[in-house]
C-alpha cells in the first residue's frame, strides 16, 4: 500500500481522520506506525498529500492530514476488454488502473464464456475493491470507471463511434499480419480480445467501426500480460 487512501466517511474532524480495518491493519503492522509518524494519504477523486499519526491503538489511528498535491496525469487512452475469467479480471483491473487507465469497458465476445458475467467478481463492491489495490499501487485518487456490455454487436454499432470519436482507435488481434505504431499525439481506445482473439466477424465489425487492426507478434500472450504491455507503449 503506497498510498493510504481515504473517504469522506473517514473524518472526524475537517483535517483529521480515523481508519478502522484494513488500512488500520497495514499502518499498525507494516508501516509500524506510532504518533508523530508521516505516512502519504490520498482522497478519493480528490487531492494527495500526506498525514501524521496523532493518536494510535488497537482499534483505530487517527491522522492529522494536509492535501496540497495534484494526482498523476491519467492516461489517455480507454480499454474495451472481452471479459476475462474472474481471477485474471482482478489482476488486469489493477494493472490498468495502475498505469493509469480512467475508462474500462468490459465486453462481451464469442470466445467469453456466459457464466463469467454472473460471476460476483462484477458486482461493483468487488469491481471498486480491485480499482483501490491499483491505485493504492500507484500513488493515485482517480478512480476508473468501468462499464459492462454484455452484448458486442449493439455495443459496436450504437454507441462505439462517438467512444472512438477524435481518438486512435486500434484492436489487438494475433492474427494480424499488420503492425502499426503506438505512438500517438491523439488519445486512443484500445480493444482487446479474449485469449485467442475476436472471432473474424468481430474485428471486421470493429473496422467498420474504425479501427486499425495490429498484433504484437507470433507470441501469444495472455490477456493479463498484454493489457500491462499494451498499456505501457502508450504511456
Given amino acids: 500500500m ?41 482522497l478519493i477523486n480528490n487531492l494527495m498529500g500526506h498525514g501524521i499519526v496523532t493518536q494510535i491503538n488497537t482499534e483505530f489511528v487517527e491522522l492529522s492530514i494536509v492535501l496540497d498535491q495534484s494526482p498523476p496525469k491519467e492516461l489517455p487512452v480507454t480499454l474495451l476488454l472481452a471479459l476475462p475469467r474472474p481471477k485474471m479480471l482482478k489482476r488486469v483491473l489493477q494493472s490498468a488502473t495502475s498505469l493509469g487507465v480512467k ?30 489495490f491499483g491505485l493504492e499501487q500507484a500513488r493515485d485518487t482517480v478512480l476508473p470507471e468501468v462499464h459492462l456490455r454484455q452484448r458486442f454487436k449493439p455495443f459496436v454499432q450504437d454507441e462505439l463511434p462517438e467512444i472512438i470519436k477524435d481518438t ?4 489487438a488481434h494475433p492474427s494480424s499480419e499488420k ?24 474485428v ?12 504484437l507478434g507470433e507470441r501469444i500472450l495472455r490477456v493479463e500480460t498484454a493489457v500491462p504491455v499494451l498499456l505501457s507503449q502508450l504511456m
Fill in 204 to 215: 471486421e465489425l470493429l473496422i467498420e467501426c474504425g479501427f486499425a487492426q495490429f498484433s
Fill in 103 to 132: 475508462q474500462i469497458f468490459l465486453i462481451n465476445s464469442f470466445r467469453v464464456e456466459k457464466s463469467f458475467w454472473s460471476s460476483p467478481a462484477l458486482e461493483p463492491e468487488n469491481l471498486r475493491e480491485q480499482l483501490l
Fill in 168 to 171: 486512435k482507435a486500434l484492436v
Fill in 179 to 202: 503492425n502499426v505504431s503506438l505512438a500517438s499525439n491523439l488519445p486512443t481506445t484500445l480493444a482487446i480480445g479474449p485469449e485467442g482473439g475476436f472471432i473474424p466477424f468481430e
Fill in 2 to 42: 503506497n498510498l493510504i487512501l481515504l473517504n469522506q466517511d473517514d473524518f472526524v474532524a475537517e483535517n483529521r481522520v480515523r481508519l478502522q480495518g484494513r488500512r488500520f491493519t497495514h499502518i499498525s503492522t507494516i508501516h509500524r506506525a506510532e504518533p508523530d509518524t508521516k505516512l502519504r494519504v490520498g
